[in-house]
């Protein structure tokens, strides 16, 4: 039988989730020490028991624990974990052994984007982890630790929305909270019909978990009004829908914006991807100091024509990620040498001063929602369909079948993102990751994705095919279409759409699939 274990800290409760082993002693075999007779349950014996460890971290403080992955070993290895800290007070134990962070599966990811999911996670963090012996029995048996997560949590939860809600002049935010009869600390969400938290992916029925940095269970619902009337022209929420709320409770699982979808953000960190010409990038790196007293390594004086100017740097943007290693404790000097030593090709993450402003004000990463600046590339140098007169072979093309493409997950992944129009089903390749599995299954940017496993996903939201990926494990199988040729199969009248995909390009959003 499963049991729970509270234990008080200077932090407050810490539950660690674990399933125990079921003893019993028979008197007439006279053995002194029950619990070393074990029952004849098989599932006892046999099966793994992950636990689930919630941490929190107040301002300034580690977590304090290592993650290791060591020769000889697998997995993602716990280590020096510091006594009486943030993980050991959660139950952390050294030579645990991780399976997922923020309920995203780990064990086969390499082990830098482990890392980094965890940097992003801000002050509190999920870890479902095993035991280390647990674990290498399981694998010396051959057991498949995907399915034994899934099978801890039971039912999937669709990730919940991180959506950013901006006041209309007329109609005001369009959204209040009524509490949930008889359950302290939970809201269900009230929409105007079109209004704008609607616009902004609110969904009828939602529940509020998350609002302007603040968990609303820990809130009375006047407490929650007060907000609301202090908030000014926006707000920031978290929702998921009432089902998922449900089975995250149940599976006693955090529900925090480090596993959401956004929705209509107002600043996201950019990825920029340069290659250097003759005479270098061009631009300069600047450190400066802000009108707050911090400095901030700055990007300036992009040349006209530059490779810097052709990524879409632009000037006065804040320098967070170079090849996605953090520059916040780094040295001028070091930032230099890593640009330098990176060769021929650079990849920068940038974000503007506003945009790390309003994240640093809910307590988040500017880096938990970063896109691809290669997408945006992509939509602007494409001709619209109102202004191309379709040619013979686009003619010809029409006439194409759906293809399928069959996929092994890589050292990237599966090595594309999956992309999608805010409020509409439908799914499409946003990103092909070059020389990944994506592409040398012949994936396409603009591709519609069509069938998930052989499972229909043409009416499914973003959320629900991104599940049915990673239910899929380690292969993938996509049936996917030319976006042309798909709107011409399903009689669509594609020139409005494709006309306003640049005007909709700052609200798509995309997930990757890793």
């Known amino acids: 039988m499963g049991k729970r274990h509270s234990m008080r800290s200077s932090t407050g409760l810490v539950e660690i989730i674990g399933l125990t082993e079921k003893f019993k002693f028979n008197p007439k075999e006279g053995i002194d020490n029950p619990v070393m007779v074990i029952t004849d349950d098989a599932d006892s014996v046999s099966t793994p028991s992950p636990r689930l460890c919630v941490l929190k971290r107040e301002e300034g403080e580690s977590y304090g624990f290592h993650l290791r992955v060591e020769k000889g070993r697998q997995g993602h290895i716990i280590r020096n974990v510091v006594l009486g800290g943030v993980a050991s007070r959660s139950g952390l134990q050294d030579g645990d052994r991780l399976l997922e962070v923020n309920n995203s ?62 006041r209309d002049p007329v109609s005001g935010l369009g959204i209040n909270f009524t509490p949930v009869e008889g359950e302290k600390g939970r809201f269900s969400v009230n929409l105007v019909a079109g209004g704008a938290a609607e616009k902004a992916g609110v969904r009828k029925g939602d529940r509020l978990v998350w609002m302007d940095g603040a968990t609303v269970s820990d809130l009375t619902h006047s407490a929650l009004s007060r907000m609301m009337k202090k908030c000014g022209s926006s707000i920031t929420i978290l929702v998921t829908d009432s089902e998922s709320e449900q089975n995250y409770i149940r599976q006693r699982i955090p529900i925090l914006p480090t596993i959401a979808v956004p929705h209509n953000l107002p600043y996201r960190a950019r990825k920029l991807h340069l290659v250097s010409g003759s005479e270098g990038y061009g631009f300069l790196l600047r450190l400066e100091k802000a009108p707050s007293g911090r400095n901030f390594h700055v990007l300036r004086e992009m040349h006209s024509g530059s490779p810097a ?206």
């Open 105 to 166: 599966y780990v064990d086969d990811v390499p082990h830098p984007e482990v890392a980094r999911k965890i940097k992003l996670s801000g002050h509190q963090l999920c870890l479902l982890v095993l035991n280390g012996e647990e674990y290498e029995r399981a694998l010396s048996r051959g057991q498949d630790l995907r399915a034994l997560t899934r099978a801890q949590k039971g039912e999937g939860c669709k990730p919940p929305r991180f959506c950013h809600i901006t």
């Open 309 to 514: 100017e052709r990524a879409g740097m632009k000037d006065g943007d804040l320098l967070l990620e170079v090849n996605g290693e953090s520059v916040e404790s780094l040295k001028h000097e070091e930032i230099v040498d890593r640009v330098r030593l990176s060769g021929q090709q650079v990849s920068l993450t940038t974000i503007t001063l506003q945009g790390l402003e309003f994240y640093t004000k809910l307590g988040l990463s500017p880096l938990l929602f970063c896109e691809d600046d290669a997408d945006e590339r992509v939509t602007e140098s494409s001709t619209p369909a109102a202004a191309a007169e379709p040619s013979p072979q686009e003619e010809t093309d029409a006439t194409c079948k759906p293809r399928l493409c069959s996929l092994g997950k890589g050292p990237l992944g599966f090595g594309f993102n999956l992309g999608c129009v805010p409020h509409t089903p439908g799914t499409f390749i946003s990103q092909v990751a070059f020389g990944g599995a994506g592409q040398s299954a012949g994936l396409r940017v603009g591709d519609v994705v069509m069938e998930v496993n052989g499972q229909n996903v043409e009416e499914k939201y973003l959320e629900d095919v991104i599940m049915l990926v990673k239910d899929g494990g380690h292969f993938l199988s996509l049936q996917v279409m030319d976006k042309a040729d798909y709107n011409k199969l399903k009689k669509t009248d594609t020139l409005t759409r494709d006309n306003t995909d640049s005007e909709q390009e700052d609200e798509n959003y995309e997930i990757s699939c890793l």
